[in-house]
């Protein structure tokens, strides 16, 4: 069965950085394209980065610049690392594992930033 769980969140800092980790078991890892969403209160869940099975990564312009994202396919994980974050990054951050007719979402991971 397949699982994909996030951890990494967390409070910080305008200014701050965090580094989110997506790791997934029971599907063919390698053949998944990857993503990043994010919801905040109020608004439409949006793409925030997304990467191919060839390395390939396209960002959301909000982001680009300050967030990289990777995949480590021996370890089936995936990383969103966050930099120079701002208030407006507030949002609960999504994993999203998605090949052919498998499309499969974490639970969702809660990233504040604050003062």
């Known amino acids: 069965q397949a699982q994909i769980v996030e951890s990494g969140g967390g409070l910080v800092q305008p200014g701050g950085f965090l580094r989110l980790s997506c790791a997934a078991s029971g599907i063919a890892f390698g053949l998944y394209t990857l993503s990043w969403y994010r919801q905040a209160p109020e608004k439409m869940r949006e793409l925030v980065a997304k990467?191919?099975?060839?390395?390939?990564?396209i960002y959301a312009d909000s982001v680009k610049g300050r967030f990289t994202i990777s995949r480590d396919n021996p370890k089936k994980t995936m990383y969103l690392q966050m930099n120079t974050l701002t208030p407006e990054d507030t949002a609960v951050y999504f994993c999203?594992?998605?090949?052919?007719?498998?499309?499969?979402w974490g639970q969702g991971i809660q990233v504040t930033v604050s003062s």
């Open positions: 990467i191919t099975v060839s390395g390939g990564t």
């Open positions: 999203n594992a998605r090949w052919n007719s498998g499309d499969f």
